[in-house]
Protein backbone atom coordinates (compact mmCIF):
# COMPACT_ATOMS: atom_id res chain seq x y z
CA UNK A 1 0.00 0.00 0.00
CA UNK A 2 2.90 2.81 -1.06
CA UNK A 3 -0.03 4.96 -2.44
CA UNK A 4 -1.04 5.69 0.92
CA UNK A 5 2.17 7.59 1.94
CA UNK A 6 2.33 9.37 -1.41
CA UNK A 7 -0.93 10.73 -0.65
CA UNK A 8 -1.10 11.49 3.01
CA UNK A 9 0.36 15.17 2.49
CA UNK A 10 -1.38 15.80 -0.50
CA UNK A 11 -5.19 15.81 0.87
CA UNK A 12 -6.18 18.62 1.98
CA UNK A 13 -9.41 20.71 2.60
CA UNK A 14 -9.36 23.54 0.97
CA UNK A 15 -13.62 24.54 0.65
CA UNK A 16 -13.89 24.47 4.64
CA UNK A 17 -14.92 26.83 7.07
CA UNK A 18 -15.23 29.93 4.41
CA UNK A 19 -17.31 32.51 6.29
CA UNK A 20 -18.20 36.16 5.33
CA UNK A 21 -19.83 39.32 7.10
CA UNK A 22 -19.72 42.68 5.88
CA UNK A 23 -20.81 46.02 8.39
CA UNK A 24 -24.15 47.17 8.53
CA UNK A 25 -25.94 48.05 5.05
CA UNK A 26 -24.38 45.69 2.63
CA UNK A 27 -24.67 46.70 -0.89
CA UNK A 28 -26.30 44.59 -4.08
CA UNK A 29 -22.55 43.63 -4.53
CA UNK A 30 -21.67 42.32 -0.92
CA UNK A 31 -25.15 40.65 -0.28
CA UNK A 32 -24.21 38.63 -3.72
CA UNK A 33 -20.33 37.86 -2.30
CA UNK A 34 -21.89 36.54 1.23
CA UNK A 35 -24.51 34.63 0.25
CA UNK A 36 -22.30 32.67 -2.29
CA UNK A 37 -19.25 32.10 0.18
CA UNK A 38 -22.00 31.76 3.28
CA UNK A 39 -24.58 29.84 1.48
CA UNK A 40 -23.60 28.17 -1.48
CA UNK A 41 -20.23 27.10 -1.10
CA UNK A 42 -20.85 26.18 1.87
CA UNK A 43 -23.08 23.55 1.24
CA UNK A 44 -20.46 22.03 -1.15
CA UNK A 45 -18.18 22.42 1.43
CA UNK A 46 -19.89 19.99 3.80
CA UNK A 47 -20.13 17.42 1.25
CA UNK A 48 -16.27 17.91 -0.16
CA UNK A 49 -14.93 17.77 3.60
CA UNK A 50 -17.10 14.95 4.05
CA UNK A 51 -15.65 12.82 1.41
CA UNK A 52 -11.78 14.64 2.11
CA UNK A 53 -12.13 12.86 5.63
CA UNK A 54 -13.56 9.88 4.90
CA UNK A 55 -10.29 9.72 2.64
CA UNK A 56 -8.00 10.16 4.78
CA UNK A 57 -9.05 8.21 7.50
CA UNK A 58 -8.51 5.28 4.81
CA UNK A 59 -5.42 6.41 4.08
CA UNK A 60 -4.28 6.49 7.69
CA UNK A 61 -6.06 3.10 8.66
CA UNK A 62 -3.31 0.56 8.82
CA UNK A 63 -6.00 -1.84 9.33
CA UNK A 64 -8.00 -1.54 5.90
CA UNK A 65 -7.20 -3.73 3.05
CA UNK A 66 -6.82 -2.88 -0.26
CA UNK A 67 -10.71 -4.73 -1.16
CA UNK A 68 -11.79 -2.86 1.55
CA UNK A 69 -10.48 0.83 0.45
CA UNK A 70 -11.65 -0.05 -3.23
CA UNK A 71 -15.24 -0.34 -1.73
CA UNK A 72 -15.23 2.83 0.68
CA UNK A 73 -13.59 4.58 -1.93
CA UNK A 74 -16.35 3.99 -4.45
CA UNK A 75 -19.06 3.88 -2.19
CA UNK A 76 -18.74 6.91 0.48
CA UNK A 77 -15.77 8.66 -0.61
CA UNK A 78 -16.55 9.29 -4.27
CA UNK A 79 -20.11 9.69 -4.01
CA UNK A 80 -19.59 12.50 -1.19
CA UNK A 81 -18.03 13.92 -3.86
CA UNK A 82 -20.12 14.02 -6.57
CA UNK A 83 -22.64 15.98 -4.40
CA UNK A 84 -20.00 18.48 -4.02
CA UNK A 85 -20.19 18.74 -7.79
CA UNK A 86 -23.35 18.88 -8.13
CA UNK A 87 -24.52 21.83 -5.67
CA UNK A 88 -21.61 23.77 -6.86
CA UNK A 89 -22.99 22.92 -10.66
CA UNK A 90 -26.20 24.28 -9.32
CA UNK A 91 -25.06 27.59 -8.15
CA UNK A 92 -26.41 30.53 -9.81
CA UNK A 93 -23.92 33.46 -9.96
CA UNK A 94 -25.74 36.75 -10.03
CA UNK A 95 -23.09 39.42 -10.49
CA UNK A 96 -20.56 39.50 -12.88
CA UNK A 97 -17.42 39.81 -9.78
CA UNK A 98 -18.41 36.01 -8.75
CA UNK A 99 -17.82 34.58 -12.47
CA UNK A 100 -14.39 33.84 -12.57
CA UNK A 101 -14.14 32.50 -8.56
CA UNK A 102 -17.56 30.44 -9.44
CA UNK A 103 -15.55 28.92 -12.78
CA UNK A 104 -12.39 28.52 -10.11
CA UNK A 105 -14.32 26.80 -7.45
CA UNK A 106 -15.98 24.37 -10.13
CA UNK A 107 -12.95 23.31 -11.78
CA UNK A 108 -11.32 22.34 -8.46
CA UNK A 109 -14.72 20.72 -7.02
CA UNK A 110 -13.99 18.32 -10.40
CA UNK A 111 -10.62 18.19 -10.38
CA UNK A 112 -10.87 16.54 -6.83
CA UNK A 113 -13.07 14.32 -8.08
CA UNK A 114 -11.40 13.45 -11.20
CA UNK A 115 -8.23 12.81 -8.81
CA UNK A 116 -10.04 10.21 -6.45
CA UNK A 117 -11.13 8.35 -9.40
CA UNK A 118 -8.13 7.96 -10.21
CA UNK A 119 -6.34 6.94 -7.51
CA UNK A 120 -8.94 4.38 -7.42
CA UNK A 121 -7.75 3.13 -10.53
CA UNK A 122 -4.21 3.48 -9.27
CA UNK A 123 -5.10 1.17 -6.20
CA UNK A 124 -6.86 -1.28 -8.78
CA UNK A 125 -3.98 -1.10 -11.66
CA UNK A 126 -0.90 0.17 -9.72
CA UNK A 127 0.01 1.78 -12.73
CA UNK A 128 3.24 3.83 -12.26
CA UNK A 129 1.76 6.11 -15.24
CA UNK A 130 -1.74 6.26 -13.12
CA UNK A 131 0.24 7.44 -9.95
CA UNK A 132 1.83 10.19 -11.93
CA UNK A 133 -1.72 11.56 -13.23
CA UNK A 134 -2.92 11.31 -9.78
CA UNK A 135 -0.36 13.44 -8.08
CA UNK A 136 -0.33 15.73 -11.31
CA UNK A 137 -4.29 16.03 -10.71
CA UNK A 138 -4.06 16.51 -7.06
CA UNK A 139 -1.37 19.09 -7.94
CA UNK A 140 -4.50 20.88 -9.78
CA UNK A 141 -6.91 20.38 -7.85
CA UNK A 142 -4.67 22.15 -4.86
CA UNK A 143 -3.49 25.21 -7.81
CA UNK A 144 -7.31 25.79 -8.48
CA UNK A 145 -8.30 26.05 -5.38
CA UNK A 146 -5.64 28.54 -4.00
CA UNK A 147 -6.31 30.79 -7.17
CA UNK A 148 -9.78 30.54 -5.88
CA UNK A 149 -9.23 31.49 -2.42
CA UNK A 150 -6.81 34.35 -3.61
CA UNK A 151 -9.35 35.92 -6.24
CA UNK A 152 -11.75 35.67 -3.30
CA UNK A 153 -9.76 37.45 -0.98
CA UNK A 154 -9.31 40.56 -3.43
CA UNK A 155 -12.75 40.65 -3.91
CA UNK A 156 -13.77 40.44 0.19
CA UNK A 157 -11.31 43.41 0.07
CA UNK A 158 -12.70 45.41 -2.82
CA UNK A 159 -16.01 45.33 -1.37
CA UNK A 160 -15.17 45.60 1.94
CA UNK A 161 -16.29 42.05 3.17
CA UNK A 162 -14.91 40.21 5.55
CA UNK A 163 -13.54 36.52 4.27
CA UNK A 164 -12.35 34.30 6.70
CA UNK A 165 -10.69 30.56 5.72
CA UNK A 166 -10.36 27.65 7.79
CA UNK A 167 -8.45 24.65 6.50
CA UNK A 168 -9.39 21.03 8.33
CA UNK A 169 -6.28 19.91 9.91
CA UNK A 170 -4.71 16.84 8.21
CA UNK A 171 -3.55 14.56 10.90
Request: hydrophobic share 40%.
Amino acid sequence: MNYKIGLVSVIVVFLVGCSASFSVGGSKQQDAIIKFINEDVEEASQHQETSALLFNELLMDPEVTEEEMVERIKNEVIPEAEKAVEVVEKIDVSIEELEEPYELLKDGIHLYTNALNEFLEWVETNDPAVETQVDQTFDEYQTALEKYHHVMEELADEFEVEYERHELPIE
